[in-house]
């Protein structure tokens, strides 16, 4: 299937599968929260309280498998609940092929919060703390091509890992529209003036750590071949980055690193994570955080939660469940150029 046959029925199917009542739609309200020179946006989604449970995955059992044997972790896996495989077929939008032969299934979110929010799924069970491959990143790339030409923009995201914000541990990328110019921190991006275009960077204004990689203007355009090195590349230097600020910092939880992903038309953003969610120091509540928050758009069950994100500082939050910037320093370290 093309990525312009998924893209062109997103809407249509996202109405019909919700009027089915095989995906469930909880409404929102957004407050806009002006934060480290952008406005944050704060959802605010009390129904997600009588959300039916998701019976919770043992990551870090499945880790531990994982390194000693994969074969094992993978049959473990099959045997616990994995909501992709079988996946309900009324959320089912298409397969696409790679063509290097990987496949993947393409999924509604059965529990949107956002409209036309949908899953990139490998087929076959992989493991969700395992890296993009260049399948996995080309995949994704043309389905926002698909996206852009049809005049409908979405953003990708990935939650790798442990500590991500990730619930579910069959590898999936995930899609949300663009509202306006981009999610928050995409704008902050672009706003960036590069002295190096073909380097990572970072921006000063955010205390967390996080690497980003700007893709050259002409990549959607590009022959197959070029945009898949372009992404590959991005991402292991990216990757080098998110591993090199892992070893700086102090008592970082053993295990595989976890960090979170966000994919443009026109940047790849990686930022490390220390944990999944944080404690407010008044109540003990905690809120979960995945790739979303980084982006900039973070979601709250509950008014008071909503105030607590207020005082507790949005910027404040996202540092103490990422990495604390070594950007400074490795900016003196070589990384791989992009051709
Ligand atoms: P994450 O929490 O980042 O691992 O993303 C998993 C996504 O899968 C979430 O957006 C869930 O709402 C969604 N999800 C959970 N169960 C299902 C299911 N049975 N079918 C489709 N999506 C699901």
Do not use: W
Not at 195 to 218: C, G, T, V, W
Not at 254 to 279: A, C, F, Q, W
Not at 312 to 336: C, D, F, K, P, R
């Amino acid at each position: 299937m093309a990525h312009s046959d998924i893209i062109c029925c997103i809407s249509k199917r996202f109405e019909q599968a919700r009027e089915s009542g095989n995906l469930l739609f909880f409404p929102s309200t957004v407050t806009k929260l002006p934060a480290l020179g952008v406005e944050f946006q704060i959802r605010l989604c009390p129904a997600l309280q009588k959300k039916p449970p998701i019976p919770p995955p043992d990551l870090g059992a499945i880790e531990a498998d994982a390194g000693i044997k994969s074969d094992r972790a993978e049959q473990r896996e099959k045997e616990r609940h994995d909501p992709f495989c079988p996946y309900d077929p009324h959320l089912h939008l298409g397969d696409l092929q790679d063509q290097d032969g990987a496949e993947y299934v393409v999924l509604f979110n059965k529990f949107s919060v956002v409209p036309n929010h949908f899953l990139l799924v490998t087929k076959e069970f992989q493991l969700q703390s395992s890296p993009l491959m260049p399948s996995d990143l080309v995949q994704a790339y043309s389905i926002l091509i698909a996206g852009q030409k049809a005049g409908q923009r979405y953003f990708g995201f990935y939650n790798c890992g442990e500590q991500s914000g990730a619930s579910q541990p069959h590898k999936h990328l995930q899609f949300i529209p663009i509202e306006d110019d981009g999610p928050p921190t995409e704008r902050l991006a672009r706003s960036a003036h590069l002295e190096m275009a073909d380097k990572p960077f970072s921006l000063p204004q955010l205390p967390y750590a996080h690497h980003i990689f700007r893709f050259p203007s002409n990549l959607p355009s590009s022959p197959p071949a070029k945009i898949e090195h372009t992404l590959s590349t991005a991402f292991l230097n990216l990757l080098d980055l998110v591993f090199s600020t892992i070893r700086h910092a102090t008592e970082y939880p053993p295990g595989k690193p976890s960090y979170n992903v966000i994919l443009t038309i026109d940047h790849m953003h990686l930022i490390p994570r220390r944990t999944h969610e944080y404690t407010f120091p008044e109540t003990g509540e905690t809120l979960s955080v995945n790739a979303l928050g980084y982006a900039g758009l973070l979601l709250v069950k509950s008014e008071e939660q909503l105030k607590a994100v207020q005082s507790a500082g949005v910027g404040n939050i996202l540092e103490a469940v990422g990495l604390t910037s070594v950007h400074e320093i490795q900016l003196g370290e070589a990384t791989t150029e992009v051709e």
